[in-house]
């Protein structure tokens, strides 16, 4: 762990800290933001689940306020003509998840409980790890986001064990581990994965 937590401490000491403070203060804002806001940031983490972020921001940019407005048909053949890889199963899911919107607000203040386990359980397409990209990118700090690149990166520092598949308790072990990473760099998660994300792909993305 004291490599990776020196490599950490000297992003920290240089112009990538910048980047991560600028990002981090649009999430934020994100957060402050109202329902129609939260709701296409529930959107963009829909899109990437098990596809690839940057083309996801791209798609969330063009289609706007089609999330909120469009049919299931003419949702998924806008994200078929964007090019994305599974338009009507994730139209599907989008169109379904309306039906939360007036309630996202109080889900995301914890006012239903813990905030990631209500979105994994009462939000077609989302996970633990798309629940926790979705709370971070709303200015949560307490979630990590897990996937194989910090699973990758746990191994190879000895930290964790990559299991086959991510079961709830393996990510939730992840996470623990991930925890005492940032106490360690006096970080929260949100920040951790920022740091982490551009050691592994050289990006600082949402």
Same mark, same amino acid.
């Given at each position: 762990?004291?490599? $990776?937590?020196?490599?950490?401490? #000297? %992003? =920290? /000491?240089?112009? *990538?800290? &910048?980047? +991560?403070? !600028?990002?981090?203060?649009? @999430? ?18 829909? $899109?990437?689940?098990?596809?690839? #972020? %940057? =083309? /996801?921001?791209? *798609?969330? &940019?063009? +289609?706007? !306020?089609?999330?909120?407005? @469009? ?136």
């Amino acid at each position: 762990m004291d490599k $990776l937590v020196c490599e950490l401490e #000297a %992003l =920290k /000491a240089c112009d *990538i800290r &910048k980047k +991560v403070d !600028k990002r981090r203060a649009e @999430f934020k804002c994100l957060g402050g933001g109202n329902s129609d806001a939260l709701f296409c940031e529930l959107c963009f983490c829909i $899109l990437t689940a098990n596809y690839d #972020a %940057l =083309k /996801a921001i791209k *798609i969330q &940019k063009e +289609v706007g !306020k089609g999330f909120l407005k @469009f049919s299931e048909e003419k949702l998924a053949a806008k994200l078929r003509e964007l090019g994305y890889r599974y338009p009507n199963a994730r139209a599907k899911y989008i169109v379904e998840a309306r039906k939360h919107l007036k309630d996202l607000g109080k889900v995301c203040r914890g006012e239903c409980g813990d905030p990631r386990q209500w979105i994994a359980e009462n939000v077609k397409g989302l996970g633990y790890k798309e629940s926790s990209h979705f709370l971070r990118n709303i200015g949560c700090g307490e979630y990590a986001i897990i996937d194989f690149h910090i699973l990758d990166l746990l191994d190879r520092e000895g930290l964790f064990d990559k299991p086959k598949t991510l079961s709830k308790k393996k990510y939730l072990e992840a996470e623990e581990r991930l925890k005492k990473l940032a106490c360690e760099c006096g970080m929260d998660l949100a920040e951790l994965d920022l740091y982490l994300w551009y050691l592994e792909t050289g990006k600082i993305l949402k």
